[in-house]
Structures are given as structure tokens and as C-alpha cells.
């Protein structure tokens, strides 16, 4: 697990295209806590202090909202340092009545809580536990979905905080059309399969860690308007890689860069 070695791979960024730029500003600036970094034209890139991701979102008012669910994001996870740097986010929530919650998760590996931005890109805030203690079948990953104790988790929180300076952009799960297609895609980017008996979904990491990318086909293979909101892009440092621009099968793009 990366808790200990050295990393070969790690989530970097992702671009977002949205039609209400204030909207979602409001929520990932004002709300989380991003840090605006620079607006150029209809790109505005954001960041924590830590600056361990950035965010990007395309600002393009004419877009139309894309439908849910469909290929594409299902949603993309910021990893907190600590159960209490969770609960300080989400009592920040909590606290503004924030109206997008999807629901929370106790995955055995983390602590989820999941909601959606204004425009509906789904979010997965969460908190890894120690290695020592994730499931395990035999010599596989055995991650689940039991109900996570929400009031527990808020009692962790000294107060509300947005998001802590080194959380991470720990995971990105996809609605994908074949299971098979991207785990290949994924796999040539140095990933390994690391859960495949979950219903419907794979999930896919290096370094041993439960998942940097999770696929599903939960969307049936429904697709948006070429010019709709959402994911455009992610960004991806590798170990030893050579910087490209790769597509992904549901046409992102993928930026690699050396790590």
C-alpha cells in the first residue's frame, strides 16, 4: 500500500465543463474551500493550499446539462487525511443546509460521504482506513457498502472546516460501456485489477491501493449530448512516464505526466 512505498502512480486533476461558473464557484470556493489559482478565458483553475490536485472548469453558459446517469462520471473522490478532517467538511454541510446530499458509505477500506455539485457531478468525500484493516477474501479486495453512522462521524468534528489543505484526488469511477474495454485501458496505464466481484463494477489501482479508478456499466450504456457538462478531462502523474494525452473509452481526455 502507498501509506509506506513509494508511489508509482497518483491523480493530479480533473476538468469539469459547466454552465453556471458562479454557481459552481459558490459551492467549490466559497463552500469546500478551493483556492481560486487563475482565470484565463473560460478556464478557471482551482486548488487547495497543499496543492495536491487542481480543478479546472471550463465555463460554457450554452452548455446543456448532462443527464444522470450517463457515460462518463459517475462521481470523483477527494480523499481527507483523517476521520476528523471528514467530519469538518461535512458539518460544514450539514451546517449550510447544503440541499445535494446522495447518501454515505461505510466501504470497509474508507468512510464515504456522497453528494453532487450543483450541476450534479457526483463528489465521494472520504477517509481511508489502515491497510491492516481492509477486507479481504482469500488474497482479494472485499470492499462493501454498509450504512455508515453519520452521527457518529459528525461527533468527530471539533467544528465545521471545509476541505482540509492535503486532501487528494484520491479515486475517479466512471460509467463506462464495457467492462472489459477500459479495464484494458486502464491496466496500460500500470493499474491492476483489484476488486472484480462487486455488481456491476470493477475497480482498478496501483501500488496496491483499493482503487485510483472505479468502472461500472450502471448507466446501461446511456450517453449525453456531446456538448454537455461534465468531465472533460483527468490528469494522471506515472512513475517514469512519458508525458501524453491519451483518450479514454468514453472520450475524456487523459493527460499523463511524469511523477
Given amino acids: 500500500m502507498t501509506q509506506d512505498l513509494i508511489k ?23 463552500l469546500l474551500g478551493l483556492e481560486l489559482v487563475q482565470h484565463k478565458g473560460p478556464q478557471t483553475e482551482l486548488a ?8 479546472i472548469l471550463q465555463h460554457e453558459p450554452s452548455a446543456p446539462l448532462r443527464p444522470q446517469p450517463t457515460l462518463g462520471l459517475y462521481h470523483f473522490a477527494l ?9 469538518a467538511v461535512f458539518r460544514r454541510l450539514v451546517e449550510a443546509r447544503y440541499p445535494h446530499f446522495q447518501g454515505a458509505s461505510d466501504h470497509g477500506v474508507s468512510e464515504a460521504i456522497y453528494l453532487a455539485d450543483p ?10 482506513r489502515p491497510i491492516n484493516e481492509w477486507p479481504f477474501r482469500g488474497d482479494r479486495l472485499a470492499m462493501v457498502s454498509e450504512r455508515l453512522e453519520l452521527e457518529a462521524l459528525l461527533a468527530e468534528a471539533r467544528a ?3 476541505l482540509d489543505p492535503q486532501t487528494t484526488l ?22 491492476k485489477l483489484m476488486q472484480g466481484d462487486y455488481p456491476g463494477a470493477r475497480f482498478l489501482a496501483a501500488d496496491g491501493y483499493h482503487h485510483h479508478i472505479g468502472i461500472n456499466l450502471w448507466a446501461r450504456g446511456r450517453t449525453a449530448p456531446p456538448d454537455a457538462t461534465g468531465l472533460l478531462a483527468y490528469r494522471m502523474a506515472i512513475r517514469g512516464a512519458t508525458p501524453q494525452r491519451l483518450t479514454d473509452p468514453n472520450g475524456a481526455l487523459v493527460q499523463v505526466e511524469p511523477l
Fill in 119 to 128: 450541476e450534479g457531478n457526483g463528489i465521494e468525500l472520504y477517509r481511508d
Fill in 170 to 191: 484520491g479515486h475517479i469511477h466512471l460509467h463506462v460501456r464495457d467492462l472489459d474495454e477500459a479495464q484494458a485501458f486502464f491496466e496500460g496505464l500500470g493499474m
Fill in 160 to 162: 465545521a472546516q471545509g
Fill in 48 to 55: 487547495l493550499p497543499g496543492r495536491h490536485f487542481t480543478l
Fill in 8 to 30: 508509482t502512480l497518483a491523480l493530479t486533476g480533473l476538468t469539469l465543463r459547466v454552465q453556471n461558473l458562479e454557481r459552481q464557484l459558490a459551492f467549490y470556493r466559497d
Fill in 79 to 87: 480523499l481527507l487525511p483523517s476521520r476528523a478532517a471528514l467530519a
